[in-house]
């Protein structure tokens, strides 16, 4: 008994564990419930969507959202959204209701809807923004009546068994739990009026469950050394088989680019096997500066990456300087300690990451500045301790395969200047050095 005791212990201290982000704590998507009032037999309620992740977005086709009625319960309409099935409404007469289902499952509405089917912020496609790139897009709403439930606050039952898929699996969802409810402002800002209840979902994301293996991969190279350390072999998995070469006829045919509702990508051929390459490649060294260049490939023929994120842990990030063609944010998540920053692409620019292709790459420089009691370029220190792209942790080289600064390289420091001088100026004047 005590060894089952501690088997559930432990379980659940992993779970927990493993939906833990260190460089971003306090990143969910939360969905409040806000019944705004009451119906002959039911309520209708606001449901919003907030994602409060740093650097995660729900990318196209969006997000889904489930769950189970507690009662009997049915959707008499929707605004805003819409239930994937109506499910078996036979035993009503007259006015249908939307969705029967005791499991409803539902999607956003798309761009261009009739005005009289949209609220604010939905009919995107289920496409919701990272809280830190774009807090205003970082939110998704729809509003529901509901029918066969309670009329009060204590006759109705909060829904349960919450899924949600953004857009695919990795979000794990709570209970349902009453809070205070919401206020609202009147337009005029004069008047505050609340909701009649709320309660509040909360999902975390945990990267094991969306995928077994990695999204992306890392590959290292520097100006004092020859060698281009690439991405780990099957750093993504090699469970790909139908992937294709770049010369390959087949990307002349229709339809190619073609995405699959399973979301099955097409691969480039390639020793590491992702969808995403990034390429870190430190370029130049100043006497108080130094710079490198970002490079992000993307390796799938049927994926247009929208509001891309590149999230990278680097102890130089304190000091850096300038970005020149991505946007910068730096995370702090450890009071003083600033190592962590994120890059995206500029607003109609570079925020758009192409398929696998010519076009199917974005990057940028990066000027940092030299911190004398700490910087090297020695043991592999120029380089990222680890790398996300759009909320996933990409695969790292080994540690030491890194571009170490050989011994013989030359710096050029004041010193190693003033030698060069001298030996170019004994060589004019046709002095023989020994």
Not at 422 to 434: E, S, Y
């Given at each position: 008994?005590?060894a089952v005791l501690v088997f559930v212990a432990i379980s659940?201290?992993?779970?927990?564990?493993?939906?833990?982000?260190?460089?971003?704590?306090?990143?969910?998507?939360?969905?409040?419930?806000?019944?705004?009032?009451?119906?002959?037999?039911?309520?209708?309620?606001?449901?919003?969507?907030?994602?409060?992740?740093?650097?995660?977005?729900?990318?196209?086709?969006?997000?889904?959202?489930?769950w189970s009625w507690a009662k009997k319960e049915v959707i008499?309409?929707?605004?805003?959204?819409?239930?994937?099935?109506?499910?078996?409404?036979?035993?009503?007469?007259?006015?249908?209701?939307?969705?029967?289902?005791?499991?409803?499952?539902?999607?956003?509405?798309?761009?261009?809807?009739?005005?009289?089917?949209?609220?604010?912020?939905?009919?995107?496609?289920?496409?919701?923004?990272?809280?830190?790139?774009?807090?205003?897009?970082?939110?998704?709403?729809?509003?529901?009546?509901?029918?066969?439930?309670?009329?009060?606050?204590?006759?109705?039952?909060?829904?349960?068994?919450?899924?949600?898929?953004?857009?695919?699996?990795?979000?794990?969802?709570?209970?349902?739990?009453?809070?205070?409810?919401?206020?609202?402002?009147?337009?005029?800002?004069?008047?505050?009026?609340?909701?009649?209840?709320?309660?509040?979902?909360?999902?975390?994301?945990?990267?094991?469950?969306?995928?077994?293996?990695?999204?992306?991969?890392?590959?290292?190279?520097?100006?004092?050394?020859?060698?281009?350390?690439?991405?780990?072999?099957?750093?993504?998995?090699?469970?790909?088989?139908?992937?294709?070469?770049?010369?390959?006829?087949?990307?002349?045919?229709?339809?190619?680019?073609?995405?699959?509702?399973?979301?099955?990508?097409?691969?480039?051929?390639?020793?590491?096997?992702?969808?995403?390459?990034?390429?870190?490649?430190?370029?130049?060294?100043?006497?108080?500066?130094?710079?490198?260049?970002?490079?992000?490939?993307?390796?799938?023929?049927?994926?247009?990456?929208?509001?891309?994120?590149?999230?990278?842990?680097?102890?130089?990030?304190?000091?850096?300087?300038?970005?020149?063609?991505?946007?910068?944010?730096?995370?702090?998540?450890?009071?003083?300690?600033?190592?962590?920053?994120?890059?995206?692409?500029?607003?109609?620019?570079?925020?758009?990451?192409?398929?696998?292709?010519?076009?199917?790459?974005?990057?940028?420089?990066?000027?940092?500045?030299?911190?004398?009691?700490?910087?090297?370029?020695?043991?592999?220190?120029?380089?990222?301790?680890?790398?996300?792209?759009?909320?996933?942790?990409?695969?790292?080289?080994?540690?030491?395969?890194?571009?170490?600064?050989?011994?013989?390289?030359?710096?050029?420091a004041k010193g190693n200047l003033q030698q060069l001088l001298?030996?170019?100026?004994?060589?004019?004047?046709?002095?023989?050095?020994?």
């Open positions: 008994m005590k659940v201290l992993f779970s927990y564990a493993v939906a833990y982000d260190p460089l971003d704590p306090n990143g969910n998507i939360t969905i409040k419930w806000d019944v705004i009032s009451w119906t002959p037999d039911g309520y209708v309620a606001t449901v919003t969507i907030n994602n409060f992740q740093m650097y995660r977005q729900i990318m196209s086709p969006g997000w889904t959202l489930g008499w309409s929707m605004v805003g959204a819409q239930a994937t099935e109506q499910g078996d409404c036979s035993k009503f007469k007259g006015n249908i209701p939307h969705c029967c289902k005791r499991t409803p499952t539902v999607v956003d509405l798309l761009p261009g809807v009739p005005y009289n089917q949209q609220i604010a912020n939905c009919c995107k496609g289920g496409v919701i923004a990272a809280y830190g790139q774009d807090p205003a897009a970082a939110v998704s709403s729809f509003q529901v009546s509901v029918g066969l439930s309670g009329t009060t606050n204590k006759t109705v039952k909060l829904p349960k068994n919450f899924t949600l898929l953004g857009p695919g699996l990795g979000y794990t969802c709570g209970p349902a739990k009453i809070v205070p409810s919401t206020v609202y402002w009147t337009p005029d800002h004069r008047r505050k009026t609340q909701a009649l209840m709320t309660w509040n979902v909360t999902c975390t994301y945990t990267q094991m469950l969306a995928s077994r293996y990695p999204s992306c991969c890392v590959s290292f190279s520097s100006f004092y050394n020859s060698t281009i350390v690439p991405c780990p072999s099957c750093s993504c998995g090699c469970q790909h088989k139908n992937c294709i070469q770049k010369d390959s006829k087949l990307l002349t045919k229709a339809g190619v680019n073609t995405p699959r509702k399973d979301g099955q990508p097409l691969l480039q051929c390639t020793s590491h096997m992702c969808p995403i390459r990034v390429h870190w490649h430190v370029k130049l060294n100043y006497k108080d500066y130094w710079r490198a260049k970002i490079a992000i490939t993307n390796f799938n023929y049927r994926m247009n990456y929208t509001q891309w994120t590149l999230v990278a842990q680097h102890p130089n990030l304190n000091n850096i300087t300038e970005v020149f063609s991505f946007a910068y944010k730096p995370l702090v998540t450890y009071g003083s300690i600033n190592d962590t920053g994120m890059f995206y692409g500029l607003k109609y620019y570079n925020d758009l990451l192409m398929e696998a292709g010519p076009e199917g790459n974005v990057q940028s420089e990066i000027l940092l500045q030299k911190d004398s009691q700490t910087f090297t370029f020695k043991q592999g220190w120029a380089f990222p301790r680890k790398v996300y792209f759009n909320g996933d942790e990409c695969k790292m080289p080994s540690p030491d395969a890194y571009p170490y600064l050989p011994n013989s390289a030359p710096i050029f001298i030996l170019f100026v004994c060589f004019l004047v046709g002095i023989q050095v020994v």
